[in-house]
């Protein structure tokens, strides 16, 4: 049985895959209209979700597929004190796939641990967010045709953004990447993230708090949100959620063919005005999570 915990749990030629089956989903629709009839996606969201739960709700219904829904932990049996283990295996007796959140790092891998059926790990505290960064790597490769040879700025919260922690996980197995780490000092990328994927992997990458400086390099922009919901101090949230906002002049030294990545929700470091600007890519990438979800739910059940 798959389960997906983290994004190394893939191969790279795994991914590969599923991007390869993402293309096919957009090019022919209807040929998987009815590849999941009869089967069930249970998605257990612990923790709030506007894209992840309904694009994967969206994803199995799109596959002829049925949907049974937690959308909060006040919904269900955890607000009683049930364990994550057993909600895992009671759900296992309803549904053929799990896919869940959950504000404690390392529940999804418990629930993979105590379930029958495939689990989907959908964001786990400031951990990982698996399918997040298989909706990027198909944006990415949609948008510039190829997934090595380019230079990524990461801005924003890269400490507590788990978004930011499985893409950097998953670029860094292709070929003449680089990073460009741009955060405030204190929401720099963990030491963990440095020393165990990108120094292991030999990876160049500059570390700065200067967006614009740096803005020239870029062939992707992948902007984050300062979490309130990560930090213990009101105080720190405060000083530190308005560090970047990124406005129509800033991009006034970018490349012209600038890929805007934000995994969203965005608050307010991503203004407006840049909506309509070619460059951004933001909501294509909602799109383009529900088709990799749809590619990844075929792959866990096995149903090709
Ligand atoms: N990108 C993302 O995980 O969005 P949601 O929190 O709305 O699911």
Redesign the pocket.
């Known amino acids: 049985m798959k389960h997906l915990i983290d994004i190394h749990d893939l191969s790279t030629t795994e991914i590969d895959e599923l991007i390869e089956v993402a293309k096919d989903i957009i090019a022919n629709p209807a040929k998987y209209s009815e590849k999941c009839h009869g089967k069930k996606l249970a998605t257990l969201f612990f923790e709030?979700?506007?894209?992840?739960?309904l694009s994967f709700e969206a994803a199995m219904y799109e596959l002829g597929g049925n949907v049974l829904s937690v959308s909060s932990a006040g919904s269900s049996s955890a607000a009683k004190g049930e364990s994550v283990a057993d909600t895992a295996k009671t759900v296992s007796c309803y549904a053929d796939i799990i896919a869940m959140r959950h504000p404690k790092e390392g529940a999804p891998l418990v629930a993979s641990m105590n379930a029958s059926i495939p689990v989907i790990n959908a964001?786990d505290g400031g951990h990982n967010?698996p399918t997040?960064t298989l909706a990027d790597l198909l944006t990415i490769h949609c948008e510039k045709g190829r997934l090595d040879n380019l230079t990524i700025g990461f801005c924003g919260d890269l400490k507590f953004g788990r978004?930011v922690h499985s893409l950097i996980a998953a670029m860094s197995r292709y070929k003449n990447i680089k990073f460009v780490l741009v955060s405030p000092v204190e929401l720099k990328v963990p030491s963990y993230v440095k020393r165990d994927v990108i120094k292991k992997n030999n990876i160049e990458y500059i570390q700065t708090t200067d967006l614009e400086a740096v803005m020239p390099e870029l062939d992707i922009l992948y902007m984050t949100r300062v979490q309130k919901e990560r930090f213990f101090n009101e105080e720190d949230y405060l000083r530190l959620k308005d560090s970047y906002i990124l406005t129509p002049e800033k991009l006034k030294n970018a490349k012209s063919d600038l890929s805007i990545l934000h995994?969203?929700?965005r608050v307010n470091e991503i203004a407006v005005a840049i909506d309509d600007d070619p460059r951004a890519c933001y909501f294509k990438q909602v799109y383009y999570g529900k088709i990799m979800r749809m590619s990844l739910i075929l792959k866990a059940l096995e149903v090709m």
Do not use: D, E, K, Y
Request: glycine letters at 8%.
């Open positions: 709030p979700s506007t894209r992840t739960r964001g967010h997040q978004t995994p969203l929700p």
